[in-house]
């Protein structure tokens, strides 16, 4: 039980971690595509 809980923690981690980089890049793409639409 001990052990579960333990291992259950840094994948929760991980998954939020995963989860916020492609966030981060999809929200980037965005912002690049209406910068290089601007600029055009």
Excluded at 11 to 29: A, D, G, H, K, P
């Amino acid at each position: 039980m001990y052990q579960n809980s333990k291992f259950k923690v840094p994948m929760q981690r991980n998954l939020f971690l995963v989860v916020l980089i492609n966030w981060t890049l999809e929200y980037s793409t965005i912002l690049w595509g209406h910068t290089l639409t601007v600029l055009n």
